[in-house]
């Protein structure tokens, strides 16, 4: 592996390590890897709170630094887009789906007034690979652009999904770098192709290119919905949840009360509506047999993890290597409602084999098969978020709250600790040009390139409490501003373009917590402080306009 001369925060992170001198001080840059889970909520792994099977996960967990306090952006493309570029979803054009609304902070599709962290780390001499899904771009026929597929976007190697969901035995727009394939043949499963892709990715880099670093993200689809899952992992939670949604929460929340997670006094949020008494119910059998393919979905995703991390350890690497695990959004209350219109337009009308695919959910069919196409729905996306309010959507910390682990065993002290330090997707790309000893460009390709929103996790890797800066939240109409202990929150009308045709600085249209007293939300405190409702909300709008979201689409999103 190439070497270089370290950065400032690598000396740090091997000041501490007791390292040698700084003066004479040479390591290699890290290998860096960034795994994002689907749709997944902040209790669904082991290590905080769930009864999910995930050594793999909780592995990483027990030899890195985990985050209490990391924010997503509430929905899939916003957050990739995010992620992979540094900025705030708008600024990089996805401020919403993949919706063309002629706004420069709603186009569907990556700008050229970014870039993405396989550009910037592939610059700066590292091999760089994607297995899994893309979606950050509305070109998804190959017969028009390709301009912002994986591959033009900084990626030596690529496969996976260009669009945001599908059936994990026949996924849709799959692609291995820039040529599309036909649907898989045998016993296909989309989250074991991803792995697959990314061990052999990682392989042919280190016979290719044994002195580079490498940077691979590592995108799977699970457990975002279609319930999709193996019968051999369904079959070890049969039972598990014949308890019910009420019994499981009250599980979770203990168990993250017991690891310092959350404290005694944040209470356990109620029932959100459309969430019925576990005993009232009716079909409890195909219930429960929706959260036990969901969680055959993680445990799957964990076993992939488990090996791609195995295969590091086995080849040297693991020492060495940076990885990051994080979620998209908070769990996806979306229930597939078997007339619906646009469930019948997402279902494959057949399986590969030929057979008729049952569209939604339909209590007369048990999800798992290729045959069927259904989600686990609002109560079993209440356990996933424990013990926060609201969901994937909304901004709330249910919706925008996913867990962060951080494991590199050379350069991070931590060994199976929390700390509470208050992150955002946009601080990723600075991470990872920090630790690789990259520069991020001010132009690139002739494109003058928005700065990075985002700081450096590094000094948090080393242990150190950087100071507090307020990070922000907008999607559909949803509104949020975090700064220290305070955030206020809006959540968006029917018509979420009416919120700014109004004065929105009073707290009538806001609420404010204390998170530090209430981090599940269930204390406003608006119309007690107004003073700082109104610094907070004209803090949220002058970071609205200079991040397009605003103007706002004059729209109402579907």
Known sequence: MRLVRVTVPAVALAALLGAVPIEAAEAPRPNIVLV??????????????????????????????????????????????SLMTGLYPHQAGIGHMMDETGLDGYSGDLNDRCVTIAEVLRSAGYGTYLSGKWHVTRHKNPDSSRHNWPRQRGFDRSYGMLTGAGSFYDPPTLTLDNRPLPSPEGDYYFTDAVTDHAVEFVQEHRRARPDDPFFLYLAYTAPHWPLHALAEDVARYRGRYDQGWDSVREERY?????????????????????????????????????????????????????????????????????????????????????????????????????????????????????????????????????PFREYKHWVHEGGISTPLIAHWPRGIPSRGEWTSQVGHLVDIMATCVDVAGARYPRAFRGNRITPMEGTSLAPVLAGQSPASRAVYFEHEGNRAVRLGRWKLVSRADDDPFAWWQRDDLGPGNWELFDLEADRTETNDLASTRPDLVRSLAELWHQWALRTNVLPYPEKTWP
Not at 37 to 54: F, H, K, L, N, P
Request: aromatic share 8%; charged share 25%.
């Open 36 to 81: 994002l889970a689907d749709d997944m909520g902040y209790s669904d792994v082991g290590w905080y709170g769930s009864e999910i099977r995930t050594p793999s996960i909780d592995g990483l967990a027990g030899g890195g630094l985990s985050f209490s306090r990391f924010y997503n952006t509430a929905r899939c493309c916003p957050t990739r887009a």
């Open 254 to 386: 203990r168990r993250m009360i017991e690891k310092g997670l959350v404290r005694p006094e944040w209470r356990l949020t109620g029932r959100d509506d459309g969430v019925a008494s576990w005993d009232t119910v009716g079909h409890k059998e195909w219930q429960a047999r929706r959260m036990e393919v969901y969680a055959a979905q993680i445990d799957r995703m964990d076993q992939g993890i488990g090996r791609l991390v195995q295969m590091l350890e086995n080849g040297g690497l693991l020492d060495h290597t940076l990885i990051l695990f994080l979620a998209d959004n908070g769990a996806c209350a979306e229930e597939l409602t078997a007339d619906a219109e646009w469930v019948r337009n997402i279902t494959p009308e057949r399986t590969r084999a030929g057979q008729p695919v049952h569209p939604g959910n339909d209590p007369a069919v048990m999800p798992g098969p290729e045959w069927t196409y259904q989600s686990y729905g609002l109560p079993w996306a209440n356990v996933s978020n424990t």
